[in-house]
C-alpha cells in the first residue's frame, strides 16, 4: 500500500509542474494586465507597480523566481488586494470551503444513498421511478438556479432560514449546504442504484438470503459494501469539484469562501492569485482521487490483493 | 454502517432543528443598537487612501478618515472639516489653513499641519504607485515630485506655518481645489503607525489592518474579516462626535446585485449599492418609498477610433450619433430614470449646464451619411461596437445597433470581451466604436472635458483639436470669474459636440435600496456618503417583505 501511494504521489510532480508552467505562461500572455485601469494609469505608477511585482522582468525570470518562491510556499502578494499575501487569502478562507464542501457532502451521501438503495430495491417500480427521477432533475438543475428558489421559498416566502451569511446567524449554512450538494445527491443517487442492482444479482447475497438473513441485514452487511463502490470512486473527485466549484454558491449565499477568490482572480488578472489557487485545488484534486483509490481498496478485498505487495 | 447512517442522518436534523426560528433580523436588531449594515459591492482592496480608487474602499474610508475640507452632504459645496476655515489669496493660488486644535487621531494624538504636509508627501511619492496622485497636481511642483524628476519635497507648494496652519500654492488658480481636497486621495494618514509597520512608499504593509489602523473620521475601524465584513464603530476622539448618532456600520461585500436585493429584502441590508434593472419597476410600484433613484455625475458614452478611415469623416460621425434614439433608449431599455446625454457634462454640474447642437434627426443623419459617400448606407464598411462584457451594456449595443440598421440601413456587429481585454484593446486603439463611461472625480466641468486634450490619457480616440485644448488649458484657468470660466467651456464642449469623437449617450443615475428607518441620508451628484449624520429611526410599521 505504502509503494502504491508513494508512486501516486511520485506521479503528482510532473502532472503539478506541467499545470504550474501552463497557467503561469498563459495568464502572462493573455490581454490586459492586472494593472490595466478606467482611467489611464501615469506611465511612472505603472512602473512602480510593475516594478514592486517583478513585472518589468522578462517572462522566464518572473517565472524562475516564482517557483523558487513556491518551493519555499510562499505563493507571493496578491495584486488585487495589494495589503494581502495570497497564502494569507487562501488558507484564511479554506476553512469555510472546506466547511461548506463538508456539510454539501454530508447531504449528497445521506439523500443520495437513501434514494439510490430504495429506489434499487424496487427497480421498474413506482418506488424507483420516483426518486430517480428527482435524482435527474437534481443532475440537471444548476445552482444557480436552485439556489434562488431555495432562498425565495424558505428565506423570502416562508421565513424559515437565514438567507446569507456563513456562521452568522443559526441555520445559514443550511440552504448553501442544500444547494452546493444537491446535484452530487443525484450522482451519487444514480451511481449507488446502479451499483446495488449489480449487487443484488451476485451470488453471495442469494447465499445470504438462503442462510435466512433478515432483508434489511442482506443488504447493510453484504449488499451495501460491494453496491457502494461506484459512489466511493466518485466521492473524491466529487469533494475536490465541491471544493473548486463553490464559487456560484458562495456567491449566491454571501459566503466568505475560497471559490470567489478563483473566479474574481481571473477576470482581475491577479496573477498569483490565479496561480496559487489553481495550484491549490489542483493538489486538491490530486489527493483527493488518491484517497478515494486508497478507501476503495481498503473496502474492496480483490482490489486489495491487486495492489497488495509485500507492505499492506 | 447503519449506525453511521443514523449518526448522520442525526446530525443534519439538529442542524436543521438549530437553523429554525432564526431570531432577529439585522434591520431590527441594527436599529436597536444603532448599527448600520450597509451594502458595498466588493471587498475592499486596501484600506490605504492613498493606495485604493474603487467606490467600496471610499466608502469605507469617508467612515475612517477626514481631510481638510468636507462638503455639504446635498449641495457638495465646500464645508470646514479638520480645517475650521480656511483664507484664499487674491490670484487665487496660495490658501491657507487653520486646523481646528480639536482634531485628533483616533489614538488620541493631536492632527497637525505636519501630518498633512508628510501624508501629502508620502502620497506623491514614485515608489507608492497612488493612481490619483493626479489630484494633487494643481499644487506647485507636485506633478514634478509624484514623477520623480524633483526629489526636494520643500520645493512643492505645502508648507507647514505652524502646528495648525498649512500653506498650499498653486501652479495656476484653482477653483475646484477645495472639491479636491475632500477626495480620500488627500486626506492624511497617522504616520507613526505607517511607520510602525513598514517604509511610507510601501503599499502592501499591515497598518491597515484591524487593531492597526489609526485615522480621524468619525468612526474607527473595529474588524475587517475578509470576504464578509468591514466593522467600524464611533471614533470617541472625532472632534464632532456629538453629531455622530451611529454607533457602528457594517460594510459587506455585496457582489451579486440580486442576492443583495434577497438581503434586502430579508431585512439584512439597510441599503443596497445597487438595484437589479428588473427590480426597479417592482419597487417603484409597490414599495416607492425603499427605492432612491438620484441624477449622478456620469456619462454613459461611446468612443470613435478617429484614426480609421471612415471614422475619420466628421459627417459620419455625426449621422452615427444623429440617429441614436435616446429617449427611446433611456426609457424602453434602461428604465431607471436616466437621462438622455447630448453632451459630455452632465446637467447642472456645479451650475454647469452645456447646450448642444447635437440632436435625434435621422433624416439629416441620412443626408449626412450620403455627402460622406454612403448613400443609403450602402458601401458603409462593417463597424463594430467593443463593450465589456456586461448585460446591460449588450441591451444598449444590440439597440443601437438596430437603430443604426433602420434609420441608416448600415451593418454593425456588437463584440464583447472580459474587462481587462476590452481595457487593452480601447488603450491600445484597437477597436472602431468602443462603449465607455465616465464619472466625475469632482463636481466640475474640467473633470469630464480635460480628458480630450490631445493625447490625454483618457482620450483614446485619436482625436485633437487645437482650439479646444486651448480654451481647457488656457482660457478656462485664468478666467477671473465663473462666467467667463464656464464660457469657456462652453466654447470647448461646443467643438467636442460639432466634431463628435465620442457619442453622449445617456446621463446615469444612482440607484439604492433603502430602508424607512435609515435617516439623515442626503443624496448628491457625486453619490458621496458622509456617515457622520445619519441614522437610524425605527419604524412602527411591521416588517412586510415584497413579493415578486
Same mark, same amino acid.
Given at each position: 500500500?505504502?509503494?502504491?501511494?508513494?508512486?501516486?504521489?511520485?506521479?503528482?510532480?510532473?502532472?503539478?509542474?506541467?499545470?504550474?508552467?501552463?497557467?503561469?505562461?498563459?495568464?502572462?500572455?493573455?490581454? #490586459?494586465?492586472?494593472?490595466?485601469?478606467?482611467?489611464?494609469?501615469?506611465?511612472?505608477?505603472?512602473?512602480?507597480?510593475?516594478?514592486?511585482?517583478?513585472?518589468?522582468?522578462?517572462?522566464?525570470? @518572473?517565472?524562475?523566481?516564482?517557483?523558487?518562491?513556491?518551493?519555499?510556499?510562499?505563493?507571493?502578494?496578491?495584486?488585487?488586494?495589494?495589503?494581502?499575501?495570497?497564502?494569507?487569502?487562501?488558507?484564511?478562507?479554506?476553512?469555510?470551503?472546506?466547511?461548506?464542501?463538508?456539510?454539501?457532502?454530508?447531504?449528497?451521501?445521506?439523500?443520495?444513498?437513501?434514494?439510490?438503495?430504495?429506489?434499487?430495491?424496487?427497480?421498474?417500480?413506482?418506488?424507483?421511478?420516483?426518486?430517480?427521477?428527482?435524482?435527474?432533475?437534481?443532475?440537471?438543475?444548476?445552482?444557480?438556479?436552485?439556489?434562488?428558489?431555495?432562498?425565495?421559498?424558505?428565506?423570502?416566502?416562508?421565513?424559515?432560514?437565514?438567507?446569507?451569511?456563513?456562521?452568522?446567524?443559526?441555520?445559514?449554512?443550511?440552504?448553501?449546504?442544500?444547494?452546493?450538494?444537491?446535484?452530487?445527491?443525484?450522482?451519487?443517487?444514480?451511481?449507488?442504484?446502479?451499483?446495488?442492482?449489480?449487487?443484488?444479482?451476485?451470488?453471495?447475497?442469494?447465499?445470504?438470503?438462503?442462510?435466512?438473513?433478515?432483508?434489511?441485514?442482506?443488504?447493510?452487511?453484504?449488499?451495501?459494501?460491494? #453496491?457502494?463502490?461506484?459512489?466511493?470512486?466518485?466521492?473524491?473527485?466529487?469533494?475536490?469539484?465541491?471544493?473548486?466549484?463553490?464559487?456560484?454558491?458562495?456567491?449566491?449565499? @454571501?459566503?466568505? #469562501?475560497? #471559490?470567489?477568490?478563483?473566479?474574481?482572480?481571473?477576470?482581475?488578472?491577479?496573477?498569483?492569485?490565479?496561480?496559487?489557487?489553481?495550484?491549490?485545488?489542483?493538489?486538491?484534486?490530486?489527493?483527493?482521487?488518491?484517497?478515494?483509490?486508497?478507501?476503495?481498496?481498503?473496502?474492496?478485498?480483490?482490489?486489495?490483493?491487486?495492489?497488495?505487495?509485500?507492505?499492506? | 454502517?447503519?449506525?453511521?447512517?443514523?449518526?448522520?442522518?442525526?446530525?443534519?436534523?439538529?442542524?436543521?432543528?438549530?437553523?429554525?426560528?432564526?431570531?432577529?433580523?439585522?434591520? &431590527?436588531?441594527?436599529?436597536?443598537?444603532?448599527?448600520?449594515?450597509?451594502?458595498?459591492?466588493?471587498?475592499?482592496?486596501?484600506?490605504?487612501?492613498?493606495?485604493?480608487?474603487?467606490?467600496?474602499?471610499?466608502?469605507? +474610508?469617508?467612515?475612517?478618515?477626514?481631510?481638510? $475640507?468636507?462638503?455639504?452632504?446635498?449641495?457638495?459645496?465646500?464645508?470646514?472639516?479638520?480645517? *475650521?476655515?480656511?483664507?484664499?489669496?487674491?490670484?487665487?493660488?496660495?490658501?491657507?489653513?487653520?486646523?481646528?486644535?480639536?482634531?485628533?487621531?483616533?489614538?488620541?494624538?493631536?492632527?497637525?499641519?505636519?501630518?498633512?504636509?508628510?501624508?501629502?508627501?508620502?502620497?506623491?511619492?514614485?515608489?507608492?504607485?497612488?493612481?490619483?496622485?493626479?489630484?494633487?497636481?494643481?499644487?506647485?511642483?507636485?506633478?514634478?515630485?509624484?514623477?520623480?524628476?524633483?526629489?526636494?519635497?520643500?520645493?512643492?507648494?505645502?508648507?507647514?506655518?505652524?502646528?495648525?496652519?498649512?500653506?498650499?500654492?498653486?501652479?495656476?488658480?484653482?477653483?475646484?481645489?477645495?472639491?479636491?481636497?475632500?477626495?480620500?486621495?488627500?486626506?492624511?494618514?497617522?504616520?507613526?503607525?505607517?511607520? %510602525?509597520?513598514?517604509?511610507?512608499?510601501?503599499?502592501?504593509?499591515?497598518?491597515?489592518? =484591524?487593531?492597526?489602523?489609526?485615522?480621524?473620521?468619525?468612526?474607527?475601524?473595529?474588524?475587517?474579516?475578509?470576504?464578509? $465584513?468591514?466593522?467600524?464603530?464611533?471614533?470617541?476622539?472625532?472632534?464632532?462626535?456629538?453629531?455622530?448618532?451611529?454607533?457602528?456600520?457594517?460594510?459587506?461585500?455585496?457582489?451579486?446585485?440580486?442576492?443583495?436585493?434577497?438581503?434586502?429584502?430579508?431585512?439584512?441590508?439597510?441599503?443596497?449599492?445597487? $438595484?437589479?434593472?428588473?427590480?426597479?419597476?417592482?419597487?417603484?410600484?409597490?414599495?416607492?418609498?425603499?427605492? %432612491?433613484?438620484?441624477?449622478?455625475?456620469?456619462?454613459?458614452?461611446?468612443?470613435?477610433?478617429?484614426?480609421?478611415?471612415?471614422? &475619420?469623416? $466628421?459627417?459620419?460621425?455625426? =449621422?452615427?450619433?444623429?440617429?441614436?434614439?435616446?429617449?427611446?433608449?433611456?426609457?424602453?431599455?434602461?428604465?431607471?430614470?436616466?437621462?438622455?446625454?447630448?453632451?459630455?457634462?452632465?446637467?447642472?454640474?456645479?451650475?454647469?449646464?452645456?447646450? &448642444?447642437?447635437?440632436?435625434?434627426?435621422?433624416?439629416?443623419?441620412?443626408?449626412?451619411?450620403?455627402?460622406?459617400?454612403?448613400?443609403?448606407?450602402?458601401?458603409?464598411?462593417?463597424?463594430?461596437?467593443?463593450?465589456?462584457?456586461?448585460?446591460?451594456?449588450?441591451?444598449?449595443?444590440?439597440?443601437?445597433?438596430?437603430?443604426?440598421?433602420?434609420?441608416?440601413?448600415?451593418?454593425?456587429?456588437?463584440?464583447?470581451?472580459?474587462?481587462?481585454?476590452?481595457?487593452?484593446?480601447?488603450?491600445?486603439?484597437?477597436?472602431?466604436?468602443?462603449?465607455?463611461?465616465?464619472?466625475?472625480?469632482?463636481?466640475?466641468?474640467? &473633470?469630464?472635458?480635460?480628458?480630450?486634450?490631445?493625447?490625454?490619457?483618457?482620450?483614446?480616440?485619436?482625436?485633437?483639436?487645437?482650439?479646444?485644448?486651448?480654451?481647457?488649458?488656457?482660457?478656462?484657468?485664468?478666467?477671473?470669474?465663473?462666467?467667463?470660466?464656464?464660457?469657456?467651456?462652453?466654447?470647448? *464642449?461646443?467643438?467636442?459636440?460639432?466634431?463628435?469623437?465620442?457619442?453622449?449617450?445617456?446621463?446615469?443615475?444612482?440607484?439604492?435600496?433603502?430602508?424607512?428607518?435609515?435617516?439623515?441620508?442626503?443624496?448628491? +451628484?457625486?453619490?458621496?456618503?458622509?456617515?457622520?449624520?445619519?441614522?437610524?429611526?425605527?419604524?412602527? *410599521?411591521?416588517?412586510?417583505?415584497?413579493?415578486?
Amino acid at each position: 500500500m505504502l509503494k502504491f501511494i508513494s508512486g501516486r504521489l511520485l506521479q503528482a510532480i510532473p502532472v503539478l509542474f506541467i499545470v504550474i508552467t501552463a497557467t503561469f505562461f498563459l495568464i502572462h500572455s493573455a490581454p #490586459g494586465g492586472p494593472f490595466s485601469a478606467d482611467r489611464a494609469v501615469p506611465a511612472q505608477v505603472i512602473k512602480a507597480l510593475n516594478a514592486r511585482y517583478h513585472l518589468d522582468q522578462p517572462v522566464w525570470q @518572473q517565472y524562475l523566481t516564482y517557483l523558487g518562491d513556491l518551493a519555499q510556499g510562499d505563493f507571493g502578494p496578491s495584486f488585487k488586494f495589494p495589503g494581502r499575501s495570497v497564502n494569507e487569502m487562501i488558507f484564511g478562507s479554506l476553512g469555510t470551503t472546506a466547511e461548506l464542501g463538508l456539510y454539501a457532502m454530508l447531504v449528497a451521501v445521506i439523500i443520495g444513498v437513501l434514494a439510490g438503495v430504495v429506489a434499487a430495491l424496487k427497480p421498474n417500480t413506482a418506488q424507483d421511478y420516483v426518486p430517480m427521477s428527482v435524482a435527474m432533475v437534481g443532475i440537471c438543475m444548476p445552482s444557480f438556479l436552485l439556489g434562488p428558489l431555495l432562498v425565495l421559498v424558505f428565506g423570502i416566502y416562508l421565513e424559515w432560514l437565514p438567507i446569507s451569511g456563513w456562521g452568522d446567524i443559526p441555520g445559514d449554512k443550511i440552504l448553501p449546504a442544500i444547494t452546493l450538494g444537491a446535484s452530487y445527491a443525484a450522482y451519487i443517487a444514480r451511481l449507488s442504484r446502479g451499483g446495488m442492482l449489480e449487487v443484488m444479482t451476485q451470488d453471495y447475497i442469494r447465499t445470504a438470503r438462503a442462510k435466512g438473513l433478515p432483508e434489511h441485514i442482506v443488504i447493510i452487511k453484504h449488499a451495501l459494501r460491494g #453496491g457502494l463502490m461506484p459512489v466511493i470512486a466518485f466521492l473524491g473527485p466529487a469533494f475536490a469539484g465541491l471544493l473548486a466549484g463553490s464559487f456560484v454558491v458562495e456567491t449566491i449565499f @454571501q459566503i466568505p #469562501g475560497l #471559490g470567489r477568490f478563483y473566479v474574481q482572480a481571473a477576470f482581475n488578472r491577479d496573477y498569483t492569485m490565479i496561480m496559487g489557487t489553481t495550484i491549490f485545488f489542483s493538489v486538491t484534486i490530486i489527493l483527493f482521487n488518491l484517497l478515494s483509490d486508497i478507501l476503495a481498496t481498503w473496502i474492496n478485498p480483490k482490489l486489495r490483493h491487486q495492489s497488495g505487495g509485500a507492505e499492506s | 454502517m447503519m449506525f453511521k447512517t443514523q449518526h448522520g442522518l442525526l446530525c443534519l436534523l439538529l442542524l436543521i432543528l438549530t437553523a429554525c426560528g432564526s431570531g432577529e433580523s439585522n434591520v &431590527s436588531k441594527g436599529n436597536r443598537e444603532g448599527i448600520l449594515h450597509w451594502g458595498n459591492a466588493a471587498e475592499p482592496q486596501e484600506l490605504d487612501p492613498h493606495v485604493v480608487t474603487g467606490v467600496p474602499e471610499h466608502n469605507i +474610508i469617508m467612515a475612517l478618515i477626514e481631510g481638510l $475640507v468636507s462638503k455639504n452632504p446635498t449641495t457638495l459645496e465646500p464645508i470646514p472639516a479638520v480645517a *475650521e476655515s480656511w483664507s484664499v489669496s487674491e490670484d487665487g493660488r496660495v490658501y491657507t489653513f487653520n486646523i481646528r486644535s480639536t482634531a485628533r487621531w483616533s489614538n488620541g494624538d493631536p492632527l497637525t499641519a505636519e501630518d498633512f504636509a508628510w501624508s501629502w508627501r508620502r502620497a506623491l511619492l514614485p515608489e507608492l504607485g497612488n493612481q490619483y496622485a493626479y489630484m494633487y497636481y494643481p499644487i506647485v511642483n507636485a506633478e514634478a515630485f509624484a514623477t520623480g524628476e524633483l526629489q526636494d519635497f520643500s520645493q512643492v507648494g505645502v508648507k507647514v506655518i505652524s502646528p495648525l496652519s498649512l500653506q498650499v500654492t498653486l501652479t495656476h488658480p484653482t477653483p475646484f481645489f477645495l472639491q479636491l481636497l475632500d477626495h480620500y486621495s488627500m486626506f492624511p494618514v497617522h504616520r507613526a503607525t505607517i511607520e %510602525k509597520f513598514g517604509q511610507p512608499g510601501e503599499a502592501n504593509t499591515l497598518w491597515t489592518r =484591524a487593531g492597526n489602523f489609526v485615522g480621524n473620521g468619525p468612526f474607527m475601524l473595529e474588524q475587517w474579516d475578509l470576504n464578509k $465584513v468591514v466593522k467600524v464603530k464611533k471614533n470617541p476622539q472625532y472632534w464632532d462626535a456629538s453629531t455622530v448618532r451611529l454607533n457602528g456600520i457594517y460594510f459587506y461585500p455585496t457582489e451579486n446585485v440580486t442576492t443583495e436585493e434577497r438581503m434586502f429584502r430579508a431585512e439584512q441590508l439597510h441599503y443596497t449599492y445597487d $438595484v437589479p434593472i428588473e427590480k426597479i419597476a417592482v419597487y417603484q410600484r409597490e414599495k416607492p418609498q425603499q427605492i %432612491k433613484i438620484s441624477p449622478y455625475l456620469g456619462t454613459y458614452f461611446y468612443r470613435f477610433n478617429t484614426r480609421l478611415k471612415h471614422l &475619420s469623416d $466628421v459627417r459620419v460621425r455625426k =449621422a452615427l450619433a444623429m440617429s441614436i434614439d435616446r429617449k427611446s433608449l433611456v426609457e424602453n431599455v434602461l428604465k431607471a430614470g436616466q437621462l438622455p446625454a447630448y453632451t459630455i457634462t452632465p446637467p447642472n454640474t456645479l451650475g454647469y449646464t452645456a447646450s &448642444s447642437q447635437l440632436r435625434y434627426d435621422p433624416a439629416a443623419a441620412r443626408t449626412l451619411l450620403a455627402e460622406a459617400g454612403y448613400k443609403d448606407g450602402e458601401g458603409f464598411p462593417v463597424t463594430e461596437i467593443l463593450y465589456n462584457t456586461h448585460e446591460q451594456h449588450r441591451k444598449v449595443a444590440v439597440a443601437i445597433q438596430q437603430m443604426w440598421k433602420k434609420e441608416l440601413n448600415i451593418n454593425v456587429r456588437i463584440h464583447n470581451q472580459d474587462w481587462k481585454v476590452y481595457l487593452d484593446s480601447e488603450s491600445s486603439g484597437n477597436f472602431q466604436i468602443s462603449r465607455a463611461s465616465w464619472i466625475g472625480d469632482y463636481v466640475d466641468p474640467n &473633470s469630464f472635458l480635460d480628458m480630450w486634450l490631445t493625447g490625454g490619457g483618457n482620450n483614446r480616440t485619436g482625436w485633437s483639436n487645437k482650439t479646444f485644448d486651448y480654451l481647457i488649458q488656457n482660457v478656462a484657468p485664468s478666467a477671473k470669474t465663473k462666467k467667463q470660466r464656464y464660457a469657456a467651456f462652453q466654447e470647448a *464642449e461646443s467643438i467636442l459636440t460639432d466634431e463628435l469623437p465620442i457619442i453622449p449617450i445617456y446621463t446615469y443615475v444612482s440607484k439604492h435600496l433603502v430602508h424607512p428607518s435609515v435617516k439623515g441620508l442626503s443624496s448628491n +451628484i457625486l453619490d458621496t456618503l458622509y456617515f457622520k449624520y445619519m441614522y437610524l429611526e425605527p419604524e412602527s *410599521e411591521p416588517r412586510s417583505a415584497i413579493k415578486p
